[in-house]
T-cell receptor, first 111, second 115 residues
């Protein structure tokens, strides 16, 4: 099956700093999503981004499908950004999309 | 739009009991729902795929008699963990797909602790 790698595995930031999280995948995909899992476990969808660039406030994401990677940018980080960020890729299989998650990047933003 | 809810959000039970988790699509009809499991400090792993009105398809290594899935309507799927044991303690997340669509919308998850 498809392999999804995320880097770095862990990241500690000072509040206000910027960061880039990376997701590499081993095969062509039909969809790509970025999620934030907060410390209470709730999974929040940040972006559906199979290609191109999207921005939402301090967050933006870019997926270069031809080169099989996606980047998530966090600017002016806040303590509430702490948690685990997952990249998940979707591959069409029959009538639905099979989603494979990466291992995640654990982000800790310190005041 | 495309909101998925789960109930309960967290549950604690004694070993040997059964626990039912509900997954609902609130504003769309979901012909297909998916159940994932996440162990501490690990990623989400697909357990099974359920289609409305038919039997669920389980991933390799997932016991279908232990994790009973029912998808009786277009807005509700249930996962029942039968005779739960401490090793079943985990975070269970469902997702749902709209009819004709391919994108999955994820619920907030249910944290199960078996004592």
């Amino acid at each position: 099956g498809i392999q999804v790698e995320q880097s770095p595995p862990d990241l500690i930031l000072q509040e206000g700093a910027n960061s880039t999280l990376r997701c590499n995948f081993s095969d062509s995909v039909n969809n790509l999503q970025w999620f934030h899992q907060n410390p209470w476990g709730q999974l929040i969808n940040l972006f559906y981004i199979p290609s191109g660039t999207k921005q939402n406030g301090r967050l933006s994401a870019t997926t270069v499908a031809t080169e099989r990677y996606s980047l998530l940018y966090i600017s002016s980080s806040q303590t509430t950004d702490s948690g685990v960020y997952f990249c998940a890729v979707g591959v069409n299989s029959g009538g639905y999309q099979k989603v494979t998650f990466g291992i995640g990047t654990k982000l800790q933003v310190i005041p | 739009g495309a909101v998925v809810s789960q109930h309960p959000s967290r549950v604690i039970c004694k070993s040997g009991t059964s626990v039912k988790i509900e997954c609902r699509s609130l504003d769309f009809q979901a012909t297909t729902m998916f159940w994932y499991r996440q162990f501490p400090k690990q990623s989400l792993m697909l357990m099974a795929t359920s289609n409305e009105g038919s039997k669920a398809t389980y991933e390799q290594g997932v016991e279908k008699d232990k994790f009973l899935i029912n998808h009786a309507s277009l807005t509700l799927s249930t996962l029942t963990v039968t005779s739960a044991h401490p090793e079943d303690s985990s975070f269970y997340i469902c997702s749902a797909k709209t009819s004709g669509g391919k994108t999955q919308y994820f619920g907030p998850g249910t944290r199960l602790l078996v004592l």
